[in-house]
């Protein structure tokens, strides 16, 4: 069960990236909208099973890749990689303020 501090930190982690994404970058909402859920189609790998199906979900779900494509994005002023990483960062600050953590092959919840 993810704790309460960890649903804090995830709602800041979101507004943090859709108050830079939209005052800092000027970034389209159209985009935000289209990409908020893209980090969800990596469950698609569940039909592949489930070590594969864990594997590609934490994968997107983690800050790690996220913070390497902002850093690119920043560090070569590439303006739509910088937004796709303060999207995918958004979305996994919901998931995280919700209650969704990293998932594990034995259970999915």
Same mark, same amino acid.
């Given at each position: 069960?993810?704790?309460? $501090? ?5 709602? %800041?982690?979101?507004?943090? /990236? *859709? &108050? ?7 970034? =389209? ?13 990596? $469950? ?5 099973? %489930?070590?594969?199906?864990? /594997? *590609? &979900? ?7 890749? =996220? ?43």
């Amino acid at each position: 069960m993810i704790n309460f $501090m960890t649903k804090c930190e995830g709602w %800041a982690i979101f507004c943090l /990236a *859709t &108050y830079s994404y939209y005052f800092q970058i000027s970034g =389209t909402w159209w985009l935000y909208f289209l990409l908020a859920l893209a980090p969800d189609f990596s $469950m698609l790998g569940y039909a592949f099973g %489930a070590k594969v199906g864990t /594997a *590609t &979900y934490n994968v997107f779900h983690t800050y790690t890749i =996220t913070i390497i494509v902002l850093l690119v994005g920043l560090i070569f002023h590439m303006h739509l990689v910088l937004e796709i990483g303060l999207i995918w960062a958004g979305h996994i600050g919901v998931d995280r303020g919700v209650g969704y953590n990293l998932k594990n092959v034995d259970k999915f919840w």
